[in-house]
């Protein structure tokens, strides 16, 4: 009889940890949620300071929606609109060999990457050891999540 009460006591301390668990998770996605409008604007002011120290004209005015978005498009990372122009900017992160390099992509009005840019010179000397072949590949799945994002928009 002492055996039923023992394994009642593990699964009352297995429940236990588990709806800990849940509820850590939930609190972390709220979290998520409603600090994403944050996470946004420091986004767009570092990226921002970036491209004003680099001399680069354009600046990132707010993020565009990747709602709805299928396949690569939604996985491609966060983008934004420019100021004055209908091209965009997509923030990510190239990843090769135990090398990083965080950097923006300014695309054009016609969904083409105009630039890539580093952000900062840990990234910029990441990116000159990068081969060339690996960067086209970035540029190309980012112009093709750009297709992907604006067929979408025009569908609407």
Same mark, same amino acid.
């Given at each position: 009889?002492? *055996?039923?009460?023992?394994?009642?006591?593990?699964?009352?301390?297995? *429940?236990?940890?588990?709806?800990?668990?849940?509820?850590?998770?939930?609190?972390?996605?709220? +979290?998520?949620?409603?600090?994403?409008?944050?996470?946004?604007?420091?986004?767009?002011?570092?990226?921002?300071?970036? +491209?004003?120290? /680099? *001399?680069?004209?354009?600046?990132? !005015?707010?993020?565009?929606?990747?709602?709805?978005?299928?396949?690569?498009?939604?996985?491609?990372?966060?983008?934004?609109?420019?100021?004055?122009? $209908?091209?965009?900017?997509?923030?990510? $992160? #190239? $990843?090769?060999? /135990?090398?990083?390099?965080?950097?923006?992509?300014? #695309?054009?009005?016609? *969904?083409?990457?105009?630039?890539? +840019?580093?952000?900062?010179? /840990?990234? !910029? @000397?990441?990116?000159?050891?990068?081969?060339?072949?690996?960067?086209?590949?970035? #540029?190309?799945?980012?112009? @093709?999540?750009?297709?992907?994002?604006? !067929?979408?928009?025009?569908?609407?």
């Amino acid at each position: 009889m002492s *055996g039923t009460h023992q394994d009642r006591g593990v699964a009352a301390e297995y *429940g236990l940890v588990c709806a800990w668990f849940a509820v850590s998770l939930i609190m972390i996605g709220c +979290l998520a949620f409603f600090s994403a409008s944050m996470r946004d604007e420091s986004a767009i002011r570092s990226v921002n300071g970036f +491209l004003e120290k /680099g *001399g680069e004209p354009r600046r990132l !005015s707010e993020r565009a929606s990747n709602w709805g978005a299928e396949g690569r498009a939604a996985l491609a990372g966060p983008r934004f609109s420019l100021d004055g122009s $209908t091209g965009g900017a997509l923030i990510f $992160t #190239i $990843t090769a060999g /135990g090398v990083v390099a965080n950097c923006v992509a300014l #695309i054009d009005e016609e *969904g083409r990457v105009d630039a890539v +840019l580093p952000m900062g010179s /840990g990234s !910029s @000397e990441a990116l000159r050891r990068l081969p060339a072949g690996l960067i086209q590949s970035y #540029i190309s799945r980012i112009e @093709e999540s750009e297709r992907m994002v604006r !067929s979408r928009e025009k569908r609407k």
